[in-house]
């Protein structure tokens, strides 16, 4: 969903047909925004108040979470991913969710070959288009399930 350094900071979870971008925010990790979220606030007025800014979150930012499984394309990949990996510009993807361990990294995407990437490894403002939250969409056809079933009623 939001990987564990994400958890102190604001968040919420992600829309279908919502664009996204990589953001690195305050604690130094990177994850998930709206663009919405990055627009400047108004300059501080007076020096304590710009004082305060200095040393706290940005009142609107804002972690964008994805449940494990979510459908998303990746939209404008960098030429070095491409080239390292075989990828195109524009690449579909599954949320995955790592691990459940604490104190790691553990937000990835799953390229269609198989091939996983952590969030922490995209670039700074990398386009995310989230097409489905769910892959309920994805079902095994009814027939397969009675095959398998008329084997094991034959074995009997």
């Known amino acids: 969903m939001c990987d564990y350094s994400l958890h102190g900071i604001k968040n919420r979870l992600a829309d279908e047909g919502e664009t996204l971008v990589v953001h690195r925010f305050y604690t130094g990790s990177k994850g998930l925004t709206s663009p919405e979220y990055l627009k400047p606030i108004g300059k501080p007025k007076g020096l304590m108040a710009a004082l305060r800014s200095l040393f706290a979150a940005p009142s609107n930012e804002c972690a964008v979470c994805i449940p494990d499984g979510a459908k998303l394309v990746l939209i404008g990949l960098s030429t070095a991913l491409q080239e390292a990996?075989?990828?195109?510009?524009?690449?579909?993807?599954?949320?995955?969710?790592?691990?459940?361990?604490?104190?790691?990294?553990?937000?990835?995407?799953?390229?269609?070959?198989?091939?996983?990437?952590?969030?922490?490894?995209?670039?700074?403002?990398?386009?995310?288009?989230?097409?489905?939250?769910s892959s309920d969409d994805v079902r095994v056809p009814d027939k397969n399930f009675l095959s398998v079933r008329a084997r094991i009623n034959a074995r009997i």
């Open 85 to 133: 990996h075989g990828l195109c510009d524009t690449e579909s993807v599954t949320f995955r969710q790592l691990s459940a361990e604490a104190a790691t990294y553990r937000d990835a995407v799953e390229f269609r070959n198989g091939m996983r990437l952590r969030l922490q490894e995209l670039q700074e403002g990398q386009t995310v288009q989230v097409v489905a939250l």
